[in-house]
């Protein structure tokens, strides 16, 4: 279980809005100043703030701190998905296309929308899965 820290922004009958703050490792990194990924984290502006919906029975007052949990598998699972699907696709689509395709551009257009679809497979798989009890967060104690 991966468990992570978070505030309660609010709570509304079972459903609690919580936050959660990533941690970064460029903060203890002696390499901060000189690394593109803290640069580009800066650029960005991205703190690492997370935001979920949770359901829980224990009543939850704003402000409080909590501590949520997501089961390692689905994150596994994820990765999976988002990393290996669109590289089998590319390499499926790569393969179809130099067996039916003789010019060039016309093989990389249809390498180029096989890659897109997969994107828009994965997308519209994760909103339905994401609503299953195995990709939803879970509260696991009030700190």
Known sequence: MLKETAIVLEYQSGKAKVKCQ??????????????????????????????????????????????????????????????????????????????????ELISALFIFSCTALSFLAIHTYSKKFSKTRHYQPILLKVL
């Open 22 to 103: 990533s941690q970064s490792a460029c903060g203890a990194c002696a390499a901060q100043h000189t690394c593109g990924a803290s640069a580009l984290s800066e650029l960005t502006g991205e703190k690492g703030e997370h935001i979920f919906w949770i359901t829980t029975i224990t009543p939850l007052k704003v402000g409080q701190l909590v501590e949520i949990g997501l089961e390692e598998r689905s994150l596994i699972f994820s990765a999976l998905v988002v990393y290996i699907a669109p590289l089998f696709t590319i390499l499926l689509s790569t393969v179809i296309a130099e067996k039916l395709f003789s010019h």
